[in-house]
Nanobody, 115 residues
């Protein structure tokens, strides 16, 4: 049974930083590519970036150079370091296995960027 729990979201000023965490269990974590997504109010969920089993990363253009995805396989934990945050980064952030397992999503963690 997949269980995903995201944490670390907060209210932060523009230009600030946050580090999100996601503990994902129920699958062999180290065997999966892991992705971060976000969903802003009134918008569809979108892919932010991800990391393969071997540590190769990819990012959406709107976060390149500002966000960094890392993983700790021993802790079944995915991280998202977010720097130079902008108001348009305000969203609920989620992580999930890639490919999706079909067992749903975690609760997400709210990131609000506002002065």
């Amino acid at each position: 049974q997949v269980r995903i729990v995201e944490s670390g979201g907060d209210l932060v000023q523009p230009g600030g930083s946050l580090k999100l965490s996601c503990v994902a269990t129920g699958r062999i974590f180290s065997s999966y590519t892991m992705d971060w997504y976000r969903q802003a109010p009134g918008k569809s969920r979108e892919l932010v970036g991800g990391i393969t089993r071997t540590g190769r990363t990819n990012y959406a253009d709107y976060v390149k150079g500002r966000f960094t995805v890392t993983r700790d396989n021993d802790k079944s934990t995915l991280y998202l370091q977010m720097n130079d945050l902008k108001p348009e980064d305000t969203a609920v952030y989620y992580c999930n296995f890639n490919p999706l397992t079909g067992e749903g999503w975690g609760p997400g963690t709210q990131v609000t960027v506002s002065s």
